[in-house]
């Protein structure tokens, strides 16, 4: 269960930089580089995957009732689950406007 401990911070992490990209469209000016590229990467591709994964597996775990073994907190479960719902909305009305 430490696992999915780490994949929860993890997914927290990269949510955060999905927060920091999706808001870079109405700064004067984004900052072009190295840095600014692993978090375009980890926003955009890694926190999709780690969401959809962490989603999967804590539904499963919460239907079989296992959910409080991993002692991940609620408030993260609660924010990950948001962002993802989040993730899914932006994504959908990027694919339209075009």
Same mark, same amino acid.
């Given at each position: 269960?430490? &696992? ?15 927060? $920091? ?20 990467? +980890?926003?955009? +591709?890694?926190?999709?995957? &780690?969401?959809?994964?962490? @989603? /999967?597996? +804590?539904?499963? /775990?919460?239907?079989?009732?296992? +959910? ?9 479960? &609660?924010?990950?689950? /948001? ?12 694919? @339209? $406007?075009?």
């Amino acid at each position: 269960m430490g &696992v999915i401990r780490i994949l929860s911070r993890v997914a927290f992490i990269c949510n955060i930089c999905f927060l $920091l990209v999706s808001f870079s469209q109405w700064l004067p000016q984004f900052p072009d580089n190295a840095l600014t590229s692993d978090v375009i990467v +980890l926003g955009w +591709l890694v926190s999709i995957a &780690v969401n959809i994964f962490l @989603n /999967l597996i +804590l539904i499963v /775990l919460f239907f079989v009732r296992r +959910l409080r073994r991993t002692g991940i907190p609620v408030w993260l479960i &609660v924010v990950n689950f /948001l962002f993802f719902a989040a993730q899914v909305i932006i994504l959908i009305l990027n694919r @339209n $406007l075009k």
